[in-house]
């Protein structure tokens, strides 16, 4: 035992030493004198110690050996321990092989069962050779149980994998239909598991079973004679469904029309069938088969298919995958697919960014197939219009590339297509930055070509691209990139029923309430239907007020939206009375007096679009604020928190007696990333919770999931990534809304998303600055402004208040004592990394006044890092700004008023 | 194939390890711990799918479902439906707590070798042998009922 004992390791080591005192206590040295319970024990205790990584490297023989015992116990031990530690080719198993077919041929069945799953799991070649008959026997007799023929048969296919040679399978196609036969599932499972094995090798001597395979799919589908223990979440085994349908697939095609139209049958019912809903493990079990059922579908039934892009759950499902299956669809069967098809692909791509790169991909590998669909031809040209500049870096997809395997197709495409591609060219060029002349000449000469076109609208392409496209910058203009699709006013997306759907389902899960958040995302000018309780028993106003969230693509007010328009135009009649008279919570909701029918038209539109009786729930649903929304007073001062948190990185934003609402940031360059810790303070639940985001145009933001219920003394985490687009100083509003008992509490909160967070310091010489400040010469780049009602204070606490808001104060500068000069680097998307330059100077004589010039390279961060620095200057907190501060749209040189008023979660920010 | 089945808890510590194709113990132990590294810093609303071709070669597969402390992970390759891996697991999971009712990590532990029992019941050579729990907990009663003469043993741990 020496050797055991220089291994050293702890528990190894222990264990061997246990192992060998015990033996030498028994009889000397001999593991056979122990008891029998002894021996179980030290060879289970080996595999639990083989599992947590010691290499056991003593004792398999012992393991061996308890193969041969008579009892069942240990031959147990001894047949798992074996299977878990040796390998097929270890010397040990040899010694096993009489004992083990001994099991097999025996009467006993338990050591049946466990004789063949030791052979079924490690079995090789002496194993094959000797038991394969033996094996094949037991699957086939008509005495033996389910039990032990099912475990026969993947014995089999295990002894057939690693030994097709040895193992003799001709005229196994008969005993094969046989067995699909079964009745008893467990068996026909494992048995259509070596009929896979089977078919993969050689489809060609199993025709016979292909019309079994059918018939069980139709046994699985109806459910007929399948026991209450198969059917899994209502679903007639999934496992036996994926299985059979796998089997399938190695079929290259089905002669019988019998055959054809049962298994069309089939998969029909499949495809309608597949739904869904509320439990996480049905839907997983119905989904396996559904995409099993796909990849199977015959190309000659395809139209069948179509029906199922309908299908409002393959919103919920895996994106790519959708694209995956239309685009092998068209492929497939180009000729069953409408144009609705193809344009919902590229609507969806369109619509989902993280999506193109890979559509883009997919359709250039399309292209690559010698013979493809004109529809393929449509939707890849289009695909690589917009997206394949994204593919750039990848071989074989440089514009060039792409142009040429694109202008392949032209000649076998009518007359339909060719616009397409027209427009594809002239994205291309307008892709490629510089442009090669080459590449430029040879697209030209193409539209120069169909400038003379007998098809007006080819003609008309031809004509404009050509003319665009000399001009340089306009084309970069007119082509950019295609905004994203207003989901909601496709009637195809039935968005309303998934929306309905969520809310059938008592919407509990995070997955649902997922559903519901992106769902109102995605509809861009979501209305937020707010009840207005009369404050002071004062009658209401109006009983319905309208807030519109500001559309995250400001492009897609077009005319299918009217009702919304309609509310656009009176959302300036701003009526400040329901908001004086109560000043507390509600006082920030931004009234409407739109005309009721209004209101609950474009509801309509929006959410259901089907039962109008419905509306008014659904609405209320979606931010319910109740009538004792003002009895929950909030701790703290709202607005001094804000500007607590506008200086610093971490704090709290908002606090009440039942929540609080704390917050991290952290800024880089145009990114942010704050976390909301929504803490619930009390012993029970806070429900109902939600969180939703009123972002200004300039910041893009997206907040993870918010859930639902926040438990008790529980602290949950929801990160926020923002993004700033432009410099603006508007801010990000989080409509937060929970109840408590039979309290309902909404909050509209600033975000301390703001200017200054977008702002790095960055101390300039002398040397630097002044050639910077002379060459930003004078407005708009430069801007002069006499501030007066300046807050008194002294030149120090002017110069600490400019560094708290990360303009550093560079010393030295201005000769002048009473003059003040900073400077930081402000950080946006459309900016990227911009010097701003202040200067400030003070009148000694007089405090309350002052003149400042801003200056750098953009027009509207110079304005608005002014304004901002004004606003600092003259008060903090805003007690001095108007009650209504409705944004001047005159003194906003760079916004136009349609803007402004198209954004009202500006607006409302600027409420707060 | 399935590959392999593999619980262990939130730890990382192994509970249960059975490879359907050989492994020397290294590699195994190797292969827990990357897939130990990559489970426990996946958040929480992620897919429960994951490609596992650096860790397992060409073509693997990993599902994985986190029941109370414990992390069951299956491995396998394109021939089976990933989907339906998950609906085995539950099946597995189902198994364990008709036999245990309320199973937890500790039942794992100390009932090694029925747990081997169950799983030989429904997987087999990386082939699945049986999808209903109740006959794989039936299957596994009986042969334990041959045996009921002897069957206090729980084997201890260390």
Redesign the interface.
């Known amino acids: 035992y020496h050797g055991i004992l220089r291994k050293g390791q702890n528990?190894l080591f222990?264990?061997a030493l246990d192992f060998a005192c015990l033996c030498a206590r028994a009889n000397g040295v001999n593991f056979k004198g122990l008891t029998?319970?002894e021996k179980?024990?030290y060879v289970?205790?080996m595999?639990?110690?083989?599992?947590?990584?010691?290499?056991?490297d003593f004792g398999h023989m012992e393991a061996v050996s308890l193969i041969s015992a008579p009892?069942?116990?240990e031959k147990?031990?001894g047949y798992?321990v074996t299977s878990?530690l040796l390998?097929?080719n270890h010397d040990f198993l040899r010694l096993a092989i009489n004992t083990v077919r001994n099991d097999i041929v025996g009467r006993n069945e338990?050591f049946q069962?466990l004789a063949?799953?030791l052979v079924?799991?490690?079995?090789g070649r002496d194993f094959a050779e000797s038991l394969a008959p033996d094996v094949q026997k037991l699957l086939i007799s008509s005495s033996c149980r389910p039990?032990v023929r099912?475990?026969a048969a993947?014995?089999l296919?295990?002894l057939f994998r690693k030994n097709p040679d040895v193992v003799n399978v001709d005229g196994w196609s008969d005993r094969m239909a046989q067995l699909l036969d079964e009745r008893d599932?467990?068996v026909l499972?494992?048995s259509m598991?070596l009929f896979?094995a089977l078919v993969s090798n050689n489809h060609e001597s199993y025709w016979s079973c292909l019309p079994k395979c059918v018939k069980t799919l139709e046994r699985l589908a109806r459910n007929q004679d399948i026991?209450q223990?198969?059917t899994?979440y209502g679903i007639p085994?999934?496992?036996?469904q994926?299985?059979t349908m796998?089997a399938l697939q190695y079929f290259p095609t089905i002669e019988d029309p019998n055959t054809r139209r049962s298994l069309f049958e089939v998969l029909q019912r499949v495809l309608m069938g597949t739904d869904v809903v509320k439990n996480v493990?049905k839907n997983?079990?119905s989904?396996?088969v559904l995409?099993?059922a796909l990849a199977l579908f015959p190309p000659s039934n395809i139209e069948g298919l179509t029906c199922i892009v309908c299908k409002d759950f393959i919103l919920v499902m895996?994106v790519p995958w959708y694209v995956d299956v239309i685009l092998q669809l068209i492929d497939k069967a180009g000729d069953f697919v409408s144009d609705d098809i193809w344009f919902r692909v590229v609507q969806f791509v369109t619509n989902n960014e993280d999506l193109q790169p890979y559509a883009a991909l997919k359709a250039r590998e399309y292209l690559d197939k010698p013979a493809i669909h004109e529809t393929m031809v449509k939707v890849s040209a289009y695909l690589l219009g917009e997206y394949g500049h994204l593919l750039a870096r990848r071989p074989g997809c440089s514009p060039k590339e792409i142009f040429s395997i694109i202008h392949e197709k032209l000649p076998t495409v009518s007359t339909s297509t060719i616009p397409i591609l027209l427009s594809t060219y002239a994205k291309i060029l307008m892709h490629s930055q510089p442009p090669e002349p080459e590449l430029q000449n040879q697209i030209w000469a193409i539209f120069s070509k169909y400038e003379s076109c007998i098809d007006a609208e080819i003609q008309q392409r031809a004509v404009e691209y050509f003319a665009l496209s000399r001009k340089g910058e306009a084309l970069m203009d007119i082509l950019a990139e295609m905004p994203k699709f207003p989901e909601r006013q496709d009637p195809l997306w039935k968005q309303s029923s998934l929306i309905k759907k969520a809310e059938d389902t008592e919407a509990d899960t995070?997955e649902q309430s997922a559903i519901k958040l992106r769902a109102q995302q995605q509809s861009s000018n979501a209305l937020v239907v707010t009840d207005q309780s009369p404050a002071n028993g004062t009658p209401p106003v109006s009983q319905l007020s309208l807030v519109k969230m500001p559309s995250m693509s400001s492009e897609n007010h077009n005319t299918a939206e009217q009702g919304v328009t309609q509310a656009n135009g009176t959302l300036s009649v701003v009526d400040p009375q329901p908001s004086s008279s109560s000043p507390g919570l509600l006082g920030d909701l931004l009234a409407i007096e739109g005309p009721p029918g209004v209101a609950v038209q474009s509801e309509h539109n929006l959410v259901s679009g089907s039962e109008g009786a419905l509306d008014a729930e659904d609405a209320l649903a979606l931010a319910p604020v109740g009538e004792q929304a003002n009895t929950v007073q909030p701790i703290g001062d709202i607005a001094e928190r804000f500007n607590a948190l506008c200086l610093k990185d971490s704090g709290v934003l908002y606090e009440d007696p039942y929540v609080q609402i704390g917050i991290k940031a952290e800024w880089r360059a145009h990114h942010g990333r704050l976390v909301l810790f929504l803490g619930n303070k009390n012993t029970a639940p806070l429900v109902s919770v939600q969180a939703l985001i009123l972002p200004p145009t300039h910041l893009r933001l997206e907040l993870s999931?918010v859930p639902d219920t926040i438990p008790p003394r529980a602290q949950v985490q929801c990160p926020l990534e923002v993004v700033n687009l432009r410099p603006s100083r508007d801010v990000a509003v989080l409509d937060f809304s929970y109840r408590f008992g039979t309290n309902v509490v909404n909050v509209k909160l600033r975000l301390p998303a703001v200017l200054n967070k977008f702002l790095q310091p960055i101390p300039v010489s002398a040397e630097e600055f002044f050639p910077q400040w002379r060459s930003l010469s004078g407005p708009p780049l430069k801007l002069q402004e006499v501030v007066r009602g300046v807050r008194p204070m002294s030149l120090m606490e002017m110069a600490s208040l400019f560094n708290s808001f990360r303009l550093m104060v560079c010393p030295g500068l201005d000769p002048n004592a009473n003059n003040l000069v900073a400077s930081t680097t402000f950080y946006s998307e459309s900016t990227r990394a911009m010097l701003c330059l202040v200067r400030v100077e003070t009148d000694p004589a007089d405090r309350s006044q002052l003149r400042m010039t801003v200056a750098s390279g953009d027009p509207t961060l110079t304005f608005e890092l002014k304004e901002f620095i004004k606003e600092q200057l003259v008060s903090i907190p805003t007690a001095l700004r108007p009650p209504v501060p409705v944004p001047t749209p005159q003194a906003q040189p760079t916004t136009s008023p349609a803007a402004l008023s198209s954004d009202p979660g500006a607006m409302l920010a600027g409420l707060l | 194939m399935i590959r392999a089945v593999i619980v262990m808890n939130d730890k990382g510590?192994?509970r249960?390890?059975?490879f359907?194709e050989?492994q020397?113990?290294?590699k195994?132990?190797e292969l827990?711990r990357s897939i130990y590294g990559v489970l426990c810093s996946r958040a929480e609303?992620v897919?429960n799918f994951i490609r596992a071709d650096s860790i397992l070669g060409p073509d693997a597969r990993l599902v994985y479902k986190t029941y109370a402390t414990l992390y069951f992970v299956f491995i396998f390759d394109t021939?089976e439906?990933?989907?339906?891996i998950?609906?085995?697991m539950?099946?597995f999971v189902e198994a364990l707590d008709k036999c245990f009712s309320n199973v937890c990590e500790l039942d794992i532990v100390f009932n090694?070798?029925k747990v081997?029992?169950i799983l030989?019941e429904i997987i087999?050579?990386g082939?699945?042998?049986?999808?209903?729990?109740?006959?794989v907990v039936k299957?596994v009663e009986?042969?334990y009922r041959?045996?009921s003469s002897?069957?206090s043993?729980t084997?201890?741990?260390?």
């Open positions: 528990p222990a264990f029998p319970y179980k024990k289970w205790k595999l639990y110690i083989y599992m947590l990584g010691y290499d056991v009892k069942y116990p147990q031990v798992i878990s390998n097929e338990t069962c063949l799953t079924g799991n490690i079995g039990l099912k475990k993947l014995c296919l295990r599932l467990g499972t494992s598991s896979v026991p223990e198969y899994y085994s999934p496992w036996l994926v299985k796998r493990n997983n079990a989904h396996a995409f099993e895996v995070a999931l | 510590k192994p249960l390890v059975k359907y050989f020397p113990v290294e195994q132990q827990i609303k897919s021939s439906n990933e989907l339906a998950l609906d085995l539950q099946v090694f070798n081997h029992s030989d087999l050579g082939q699945v042998i049986e999808t209903s729990s109740s006959e299957a009986e042969a041959c045996s002897n069957s043993f084997p201890v741990v260390n």
